[in-house]
């Protein structure tokens, strides 16, 4: 998708959700890191994560959009469009925007030690110690 078409789906989503038409641009921004998108309050621009065609489906895109049409017309119609506004909160409820894009956000690892040899293992996912043992050793693991 180039940065055309989706402000070309940018402009479609706000006229069918908003009834209000997006005149500005939107491009696909890859210095974006753990957010999906971002409303440039100066610019009036749409960024969005490529990422989250790269990851996700164009349902979780959609929403992306819907959010950041949330700020965008808020901005515009002088409310400060903050996600902690009442009218921030219950435009997003109305039009079914997404809060937050979670898996784009920073992936905390988690370290487990094996008990016998102290061999390190990091995971982003939290996995049953009970049921995984060292590769190495076949000691117990354990988170630390
Ligand atoms: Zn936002
Ligand atoms: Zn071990």
């Not at 903050?82 to 690892?109: T, W």
Request: aromatic fraction near 10%; charge should be positive; charged fraction near 25%.
């Amino acid at each position: 998708m180039t940065d055309d078409e989706l402000t070309l789906l940018v402009q479609k989503i706000s006229i069918k959700y908003f009834n209000k038409k997006f005149k500005h641009q939107a491009f696909f921004n890859t210095r974006l890191k753990t957010t999906g998108g971002r409303y440039s309050l100066k610019e009036h621009w749409i960024d969005i994560n490529p990422k989250i065609l790269e990851k996700y489906s164009c349902e979780i895109l959609i929403g992306v959009i819907k959010h950041e049409l949330c700020h965008y017309h808020l901005h515009l119609d002088g409310y400060s469009g903050k996600h902690s506004s009442n009218e921030f909160k219950s435009l997003l409820k109305k039009v079914g925007g997404s809060r937050y894009v979670p898996i784009l956000e920073k992936q905390k690892s988690l370290r487990y030690v094996c008990q016998d040899c102290g061999r390190v293992y990091i995971r982003h996912k939290k996995i049953n110690s009970l049921k995984y043992v060292c590769s190495k050793c076949h000691g117990n693991i354990k988170l630390s």
